[in-house]
């Protein structure tokens, strides 16, 4: 079944306390993004990467890290995470640039960080 | 900066209703636009693409007028299984997300 695989889905921690959401795709799909969503904001780009070793910063990058060792994976990272990271995070992917027609966004079924 | 906005709702329809959804966008320059579903709690899934001439998928139309710069989605025959929230979305490269319409279909 093809889909997106977050890990955690649900997850408490406290300011401060490294930590790393994974994610991975059985697609194949070059092009990878993380996304956060927050009450009246919507849906925001945090980082994405066009393949292997290619990132870039999306809308809303500060107090993140990603990186894209492998094709299936793209983990997000927050070095030193604080309360108002505190969201709901989407990873996604679609096998061509996510602007293009036939672009389809596939995303994961959500991490929800809460940051004390 | 509201490169897309739409109207939040919540639109409450009975079942089989016609509803329709309305999304504004301020970048004249936008290539593409989709509408995304967003069942509650869940991740979104894409409903359409909307080409420029305007298409149709079973009860819901999608349509884009550049000229005024908004885009609009036509659902028939509402079902229950149709309440969600709506995202409208527009691409410059990068996808930029609406906040959403929700939509609550009561029997």
């Known amino acids: 079944e093809a889909q997106v695989t977050q890990n955690p889905r649900y997850l408490i921690t406290v300011t401060g306390k490294k930590l790393t959401v994974t994610c991975s795709q059985n697609?194949?799909?070059?092009?990878m993004s993380w996304y956060r969503q927050d009450p009246g904001l919507g849906l925001r780009q945090i980082y994405y990467s066009m393949n292997v070793e290619v990132t870039d910063k999306g809308d809303v990058p500060e107090g993140y890290k990603v990186s894209r060792k492998e094709k299936r994976n793209f983990p997000l990272i927050l070095e030193s995470p604080s309360p108002n990271q505190t969201s709901l995070y989407f990873c996604?992917?679609?096998?061509?640039?996510?602007?293009?027609?036939?672009?389809?966004?596939?995303f994961g079924e959500g991490s929800r960080l809460t940051v004390l | 900066r509201k490169e897309v906005e739409q109207d939040p709702g919540p639109f409450n329809v009975p079942e089989g209703a016609t509803v329709a959804f309305n999304c504004t966008y301020s970048?004249?320059?936008?290539?593409?636009f989709f509408w995304y579903r967003q069942d509650c709690r869940k991740e979104p899934k894409l409903l359409m693409s909307v080409y420029s001439s305007g298409n149709e998928d079973g009860r819901f139309t999608a349509q884009l007028n550049r000229a005024s710069q908004y885009i609009s989605l036509l659902i028939r025959d509402s079902k229950l299984s149709d309440s969600a929230t709506y995202l409208c979305v527009r691409s410059q490269g990068n996808l930029i997300f609406g906040k959403g319409t929700k939509l609550s279909v009561k029997p």
């Open positions: 970048n004249s320059a936008s290539q593409s």
């Open positions: 697609m194949n799909h070059e092009y």
């Open positions: 996604a992917s679609s096998s061509v640039p996510s602007g293009s027609l036939g672009g389809e966004l596939f």
